[in-house]
């Protein structure tokens, strides 16, 4: 049975087999860095994010092991190495969280709903007070401050 993370009172287990590797060099292609992360145990996969807009991945990447051991050997042995040049971060990989003006739609979350709202409506009050306003002025009859 599936719970939702967020309505749980437990906290959200992160994988141990995940690992976030930084500062990867733009030479470094999937078969490099399958070559340079296999030593340590068999790999489950390898996700390279790619800037389609520049037309090469963006300097990171996501790497997952079978077994939790073996991520952990990577990490203690890559971890500050270099790879062409370029220093390597490799960490556990954070779970994905979700930030108001981060890189996702602004409208996959409620926040920007809820703010939403709350700014329409406060203008649709404000535009119905001036059309009152107005007619009440038009028809002659004034407010009393």
């Known amino acids: 049975m599936s719970t939702n993370a967020s309505s749980s009172s437990q906290p959200v287990l992160q994988s141990r087999r995940s690992l976030y590797v930084g500062g990867i060099a733009n030479e470094v292609t999937e078969v490099t860095l399958r070559a340079t992360m296999i030593p340590f145990g068999p790999i489950k996969s390898i996700e390279i994010p790619m800037d389609y807009a520049l037309g090469k991945h963006k300097g990171f990447a996501f790497v997952e092991y079978n077994d939790a051991e073996d ?3 990577a ?3 890559l971890d500050g190495s270099e ?3 370029r220093v390597l971060t490799v960490n ?3 779970r994905d969280r979700l930030h108001i003006n981060s890189n996702k739609a602004v409208w996959s979350t409620d926040d920007f709903f809820q703010a939403s709202s709350k700014e329409n409506s406060n203008e649709l009050n404000n535009q119905e007070g001036e059309v ?3 007619t009440l002025t038009e028809e002659g009859v004034s407010r009393q401050r």
Do not use: D
């Open 92 to 94: 556990l990989a954070q």
């Open 83 to 85: 790879l062409y040049g």
């Open 71 to 73: 991520a952990s050997e």
């Open 132 to 134: 009152v306003e107005k």
């Open 75 to 77: 990490i203690y042995n």
